[in-house]
């Protein structure tokens, strides 16, 4: 959310923050033909979030549309009225722009690079014509005529952005310098009295992604050469390379291949659940990962090989081999230790310049080349954070082992938009260098965020200790879940009878071939998602266990699986009076914190490199608070989060019970001492599967919360970030107090919550 900057601002009257909670939104989403990256929060789901995604819409009145979505609490689909330009208003609010422009260091390069180019072809005596494809705010083509470019040309496919880009360049007193076209590139004409007088000698466009190419560089380049450039035209960037490290590791694998479920309590490594084969040999996901490198612990990596360079760029097109739509290479290296290759690392470098001597690279900080002689020693936070370009983990299709120093190949390839890769061990060896497929549908119906979770160490124990502490050869078990694995090893554990509801036929699919594999399919029956329909005399008889983990594909924010509470009310005719309810209750809670970088992605930017962007920071605003949610699910672990109190409970809900009718509030301050900033709460839930202490699935801090220390999250899990409009300054002169209320809406699976922060004696902020 976009902060609007209130001076003279009295801090004990800050307005109270409000907002709801419901309302996922989309991932890459495509508009006029190409993605726009849209924010963290839905990256790299391996599957379009169709089901949760506006997905009806219908007119009403000139300026409103009704939208149809789901409510991932209740399950039920929901009319909202929206204004008519609301799909392309979250598009821009949940976009990475405003981080993009944040980041200092890719727009000082941008300049420098502009700066050196336009100073080249002068010197050779020429006029500099500039092309800016993709203008966005109109930044780089106003600097490019502040380097002293004769003629700029900038052309922007996206609307309401070619929109901001017009009233920007007109606040900066650009408009007569810069001619805006509203177009894609590929559609722009040149000739006299056309889009463009002649071709441009100077191309520059900021079209790469965290895969670099994702957003279409490829083409967008290749047309430009063939069609809007002159030859010997230079490229701001000139050159791109993509760099791979091959690495082993078991934790990133945990966010791609299921593991077999072991009984490791009594030493005999009984296999609780096993894997079916199909599942065990699939090529996985051919999603890229997109990652926090930087924020990965070191001891999850053990490097087999050097970051090595595998594909160059030549972005000119000129040598027409750096820049085909597709290629494989081979990069031959002698394993630094014997060990799995697990994954491939990437990231990419650019050039700015012509020669090399302004470079901007996206390496994690162990290889940065700005810490070179640090390695491991450096720290996240001797490079610049930026979220709109992070790190990728790429999966290899097959775990293959190498031995130390007996050199094996890493093949890389890439299409249009994306990258993979394998390995050979020797030349004669065929490997597939097709793009890898899922062929399993675990990897489909799954996030990898879900996959974490079925291989988390800390949810498995809780789960197989409370199963077997409660499953007996009566249990009859409903589970209530998508993609549900551990009731399936309730079935193994002894249950009578489970019952799995899935949602889709490609769980249901999915949970029949661990049903098989488990051979347990004379006691495991697979219910539609829905089970109000279904009769008691359908089943061996009434349910004793009402189970979840709780976790349902539509959930982005922790509290969203309260769904299983609705679920359940649904199916009391199926359950035997006493039946037993896991989990029992949910705790809602909120941590005061200091988010390090993470408030840059709704924070205004005001100016860049001494251009006004107030009309960049509205459009951002308004879109934020007409499309947005107050709470973002992020995954914390990325982001450095530091505690500025104790957790507080904000709520908690027995889910034993019916749902109730009336609203469920409470409300409630904290004291602030510690010194500093405050500029945000990171909100999560924790699901007690019993009432026993220890029975808890936490989707938020794993150790002990340390004050003004960094938070360590669950990494299976992604935690509600609310960011305040106005970070606070705590100071132990002016004690501050945090004023929190939370309401429960239960007819509408709403929840509301409220936060404000007192500064006593203090008159302005
Ligand atoms: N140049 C701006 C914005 C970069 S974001 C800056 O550096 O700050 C990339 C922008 O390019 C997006 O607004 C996207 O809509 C636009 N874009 C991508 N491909 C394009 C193409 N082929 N033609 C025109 N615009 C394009
Ligand atoms: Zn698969």
Redesign the pocket.
């Known amino acids: 959310m976009v902060q609007r900057l209130q001076c003279c601002l009295r801090l004990s009257s800050l307005p109270t923050l409000h907002f709801h909670s419901f309302v996922p939104s989309s991932t890459k989403v495509q508009d006029q033909g190409?993605f726009?990256n849209t924010s963290r929060d839905f990256r790299s789901h391996p599957r379009p979030l169709t089901n949760i995604l506006p997905i009806g819409k219908k007119q009403v009145g000139r300026m409103n549309v009704f939208t149809q979505q789901l409510n991932p609490i209740t399950g039920k689909l929901e009319w909202g009225v929206q204004p008519e330009d609301y799909d392309y208003k979250q598009e821009v609010a949940r976009s990475a722009?405003a981080d993009?422009?944040h980041d200092q260091e890719?727009n000082d390069k941008?300049y420098e690079g502009l700066r050196r180019a336009v100073a080249q072809l002068k010197a050779g005596g020429q006029e500099v014509r500039v092309l800016?494809?993709?203008?966005?705010?109109g930044?780089?083509s106003m600097m490019a005529v502040s380097c002293g470019a004769d003629v700029v040309t900038a052309?922007?496919?996206?609307h309401p952005?070619a929109e901001c880009a017009r009233k920007g360049l007109k606040q900066n007193g650009f408009e007569d310098k810069v001619k805006l076209v509203p177009?894609?590139?590929?559609e722009l004409e040149v000739g006299p009295g056309k889009d463009l007088e002649q071709r441009a000698n100077l191309l520059v466009?900021?079209?790469l992604d965290t895969e670099l190419i994702g957003?279409?560089a490829i083409d967008?380049y290749r047309h430009a050469r063939d069609n809007l450039l002159t030859e010997d035209a230079l490229l701001v960037p000139s050159e791109g390379t993509v760099y791979a490290q091959v690495v082993s590791s078991e934790m990133l694998q945990r966010w791609n291949r299921i593991s077999p479920v072991k009984d490791h309590t009594n030493g005999s490594q009984q296999v609780l659940l096993d894997v079916p084969s199909v599942v065990a040999r699939c090529h996985g996901a051919a999603a890229v990962h997109d990652l926090q490198l930087s924020q990965v612990p070191r001891h999850w990596l053990t490097p087999l090989s050097q970051p090595l360079p595998v594909f160059r760029f030549d972005w000119s097109g000129r040598k027409a081999e750096e820049l085909p739509y597709d290629r494989t290479t081979r990069t031959t290296f002698l394993p630094l230790s014997s060990g799995q290759c697990d994954a491939v690392l990437m990231w990419w470098e650019v050039k700015m310049d012509q020669e090399g001597d302004v470079n901007l690279s996206c390496a994690p900080y162990w290889a940065h080349p700005d810490l070179a002689h640090k390695g491991w020693k450096g720290s996240s936070e001797e490079i610049p954070w930026r979220d709109h370009w992070m790190q990728a983990v790429y999966y290899l299709p097959q775990v293959r082992s190498v031995t130390h120093h007996t050199p094996v190949s890493l093949l890389s390839c890439h299409d249009e938009y994306s990258l993979w890769f394998n390995i050979q061990k020797d030349d004669s060896e065929l490997v597939n260098t097709e793009r890898p497929v899922c062929e399993c549908g675990v990897h489909i119906v799954n996030s990898r965020t879900r996959l974490g979770q079925l291989n988390d160490p800390r949810r498995i124990e809780v789960y197989t200790r409370v199963l077997r502490s409660l499953v007996t050869p009566d249990s009859v078990i409903l589970a209530l879940g998508d993609g549900c694995l551990m009731a399936i090893m309730a079935a193994k554990l002894g249950a009578r009878h489970v019952y799995l509801t899935e949602g889709s036929e490609a769980n249901r699919r999915v949970a029949q071939q661990f049903i098989v594999t488990n051979d347990v399919q004379h006691k495991v029956t697979i219910l539609p998602q829905d089970v109000s329909d279904t009769l008691l005399s359908q089943l061996v008889a009434p349910v004793t266990i009402a189970f979840s983990e709780p976790f349902f594909s539509t959930s982005l924010l922790p509290w969203h699986s309260l769904y299983c509470w609705y679920m359940r009310n649904s199916c009391i005719h199926l359950m035997d009076s006493s039946a037993t309810r896991i989990p029992s209750s949910v705790t809602i809670w909120g941590l005061p914190v200091a988010y390090r970088d993470l408030w840059k992605i709704r924070s205004p930017l005001h100016q860049c490199n001494g251009f006004k962007m107030d009309i960049f920071d509205k459009l951002i605003e308004s879109a934020s608070e007409e499309a947005d949610e107050r709470v973002e699910p992020h995954p914390l672990w990325e982001y450095p989060t530091r505690a500025k109190s104790q957790p507080i409970q904000l709520l908690t809900l027995d889910l034993t019970t019916t749902i109730p009718e009336a609203p469920i509030s409470k409300e409630g301050t904290m004291a602030l001492t510690t010194e500093g900033l405050v500029n945000g709460m990171a909100l999560w839930a924790d699901w007690h599967l019993t009432d026993q202490d220890q029975d808890v699935i936490t989707t938020g801090p794993i150790s002990p919360v340390v004050l003004d220390q960094n938070v360590e999250w669950d990494t299976y899990s992604r935690q509600g970030v609310y960011l305040f409009r106005q970070p606070i300054n705590i100071n132990k002169d002016l004690p501050s107090t945090l004023q929190y209320s939370i309401t429960f809406q239960p007819l509408d699976g709403m929840l509301n919550f409220e936060f404000g922060i007192e500064v006593k004696g203090r008159e302005e902020g």
């Open positions: 190409f726009y722009y993009m422009l890719r941008y800016d494809i993709g203008t966005g705010t930044l780089l052309c922007e496919a996206f952005m177009k894609r590139s590929t466009a900021e079209l957003e279409g967008t």
